[in-house]
């Protein structure tokens, strides 16, 4: 099983709409978890984190968490086609030794 | 700018050559990291320092050498490395092991 998995995509959604990007993770134990947007050829930018369980909201970001289920997701209203990149999940270890580990992540396209 | 800064941002080394990556943070940031992103694969992570120590070794091969001087710099030093090892490597810091952690941009490495 991997560590964090995140579905590939591409997830297609029409400009005006409400992207849903999900992401389980293994270890039962992590107390801190991250949402990371990616354009092509850049390096990773944070968008959100989330250490409580339920939802966080940031703008037109919003991160939910579900321990008890292993779960996080990033929903994100009214998409822009701006909002097209790769969104990573990631999720400190319990080691406490600062170990950050990150899905494969999601395409997402917004389609104008 | 994001605070933390790589050089050189692109470099073609050849397999018999030794070279040295730089990551330098203005942040103020006790903990480091060393990532490896290839094409279609995860962000790996390779090292982790925590206050100028390691705090993890994700198995990397030891043709790759991390050195941590003080707690604005980073450094990856590089060895007889193989074609696979081509990717972009990225260096990032975050304020302790269980906070966010912020990118610098990367250097696109090509072992030819």
């Known amino acids: 099983q991997k560590e964090v998995e995140q579905n590939s995509g591409p997830l297609s959604v029409p400009e005006g709409a409400i992207a849903s990007l999900n992401c389980t993770y293994s270890?039962?134990?992590?107390?801190?978890f991250f949402w990371y947007r990616q354009y092509s050829g850049k390096s990773p930018e944070l968008i959100m984190s989330i250490y409580s369980n339920g939802d966080k909201e940031d703008g037109r970001f919003t991160a939910q968490l579900n321990k008890a289920s292993q779960y996080v997701s990033l929903l994100i209203r009214d998409s822009q086609p701006s909002d097209s990149a790769t969104y990573l999940c990631a999720v400190k270890s319990s080691s406490n030794t600062g170990k950050l580990i990150f899905g494969q992540g999601t395409t997402l396209q917004v389609k104008p | 700018e994001t605070g933390v800064t790589q050089t050189p941002r692109h470099l073609v080394m050849g397999m018999t050559n030794k070279k040295s990556l730089k990551c330098e943070q203005h942040l103020g940031h006790n903990a480091m990291y060393w990532y490896k992103q290839s094409a279609k694969k995860p962000l790996e992570l390779m090292f982790v320092?925590?206050?100028?120590?390691?705090?993890e070794n994700n198995s990397v091969p030891s043709r790759f050498s991390p050195e941590c001087p003080n707690s604005s710099h980073l450094f990856l030093h590089l060895h007889t490395l193989q074609p696979e090892d081509s990717a972009l490597y990225l260096c990032?810091?975050?304020?302790?092991?269980?906070?966010?952690?912020?990118f610098g941009q990367g250097t696109r490495l090509t072992v030819v």
């Open positions: 320092y925590n206050f100028k120590e390691q705090t």
């Open positions: 990032a810091t975050s304020p302790g092991v269980d906070t966010e952690a912020f």
């Open positions: 270890d039962r134990v992590s107390q801190s």
